[in-house]
């Protein structure tokens, strides 16, 4: 009877129990936010923001194939160095009495002729152009070759151009309109490997900035021989920094102003007491101008003026940038590395007679103040000047007569060389374009 009544009050305790679980679900239910219910229709997502089309590009491209096929032909009353032989180059006039052999000798030469191909394709970022040029006369390892050279490769899009073309330090400007090939030896005369930059691009100015390809070359002069100078290195710790700034004239013409810093190092790789490591810094400033004057300015003065210490190879035809001086007292590096100071100079005048004719005139200069330790016919000054008459029979051929004069001047021994030529020139130009 006990469990009996255990079991019946137990079952009263689960009965209640269900029956407050049951109210309070209840009360729960009542209390709760109901859902939200399920909308019929559903609303679109606000539309995206149209993508603009890009702006279309204006113009057609275009490409230009382009040069000309020239003959010189002429004589020269002294001697130069044959490798040279249809150029007025004044550092290879002889140094010493002889040293090309006799004087007087004939020439002709077509390695001016040059082929070239601009091409213009506009881009959204402005047109990009680009140039591809190359010439016959051979230099360096190929001197006195007729060959391929490449003078230009070179693209720009915008405010920035890279590859090979004119130096920024140098002005093409200068070059007067003359048959010889290498021109005046005091005028900057360098086409470099670049990237430039246009910090201003406007129609009466412009800066120009650029990072050039180094390269600077040493004379070790009266120690030449010497084995402790052989195992001396040359390096290049950055690439050259130039700039240009350009300010056209209201009147015709133009001034403008280049410059070059650059670093030099030498690393002595020998074993022994010696340490001839060092570096140098080199450095110059180039002022030239066009002036433009006369009835439609037929008339164009080309001046340039230039001076630094250890820009040598941006020259027309300089040597060497650095050479060697004594360190007393120094045991362990008993000579020093030293960057040659040079100027350069450029004067000629470019009158245009009238349709079929034209002349030009003028002189160019070379000083190098040489260090102590070059040898005593190390190249120190050049002199140049030419006189010519060029008759234009048709658009596109030039038949041109010229005199060159040079003199070559040695650093302390005394000597000097004066070169004497004549020249006639043929030349023939074309020019195809296509699109544009």
Do not use: C
């Amino acid at each position: 009877m006990r469990a009996e009544k255990r079991h019946i009050r137990h079952a009263h305790w689960a009965f209640a129990l269900v029956m407050l679980l049951i109210t309070a679900t209840g009360a729960w239910a009542q209390n709760a936010t109901p859902p939200p219910a399920t909308p019929t229709t559903t609303t679109p997502p606000p539309a995206a923001e149209p993508v603009p089309a890009p702006a279309p590009v204006q113009g057609r491209s275009s490409m230009e194939i382009y040069g000309f096929a020239m003959l010189d032909i002429g004589h020269n009353f002294k001697t130069i160095n044959p490798k040279w032989y249809d150029t007025m180059r004044i550092s290879k006039l002889p140094k010493f009495e002889e040293e090309f052999g006799k004087d007087n000798s004939a020439f002709a030469s077509v390695r001016q002729s040059r082929l070239g191909v601009k091409a213009t394709t506009p881009t959204a970022m402005g047109d990009l152009k680009t140039t591809f040029e190359i010439e016959m006369f051979g230099t360096g390892s190929e001197e006195g070759k007729t060959v391929v050279r490449l003078r230009h490769a070179y693209g720009e899009l915008g405010r920035v151009g890279a590859g090979q073309t004119w130096s920024l330090f140098m002005d093409p400007d200068v070059f007067p309109n003359s048959v010889e090939y290498w021109g005046p030896t005091g005028m900057v005369f360098y086409r470099n490997i670049q990237v430039r930059f246009y910090a201003i691009k406007k129609e009466g100015s412009s800066l120009i900035l650029a990072l050039e390809q180094p390269g600077a070359s040493g004379d070790a002069g009266v120690l030449a021989d010497r084995n402790e100078l052989q195992g001396v290195q040359g390096r290049n710790p950055m690439l050259d920094f130039t700039g240009a700034y350009t300010l056209n004239l209201k009147k015709g013409g133009y001034v403008r102003v280049g410059g070059v810093v650059r670093r030099m190092a030498w690393d002595d790789l020998n074993d022994d007491q010696f340490d001839l490591s060092g570096d140098a810094t080199g450095w110059g400033l180039n002022f030239s101008s066009n002036l433009k004057f006369g009835e439609g300015g037929k008339s164009t003065v080309r001046l340039q003026y230039m001076f630094g210490e250890g820009v040598e190879n941006y020259m027309n035809d300089a040597p060497v940038d650095v050479g060697i001086v004594a360190n007393p007292g120094n045991t362990k590096t008993p000579i020093l590395g030293k960057p040659i100071p040079i100027q350069g100079s450029v004067i000629f005048l470019d009158h245009q007679i009238n349709a079929k004719y034209s002349m030009t005139v003028g002189y160019s200069g070379t000083r190098i103040d040489n260090t102590e330790g070059q040898a005593p016919d190390a190249y120190r000054a050049g002199d140049y000047f030419l006189i010519n008459l060029m008759h234009y029979p048709v658009a596109g051929v030039m038949i041109g007569g010229e005199y060159q004069w040079g003199r070559r001047t040695n650093f302390s021994d005394g000597w000097s060389y004066d070169g004497s030529k004549i020249q006639f020139s043929f030349k023939y130009n074309f020019s195809y374009k296509l699109g544009g």
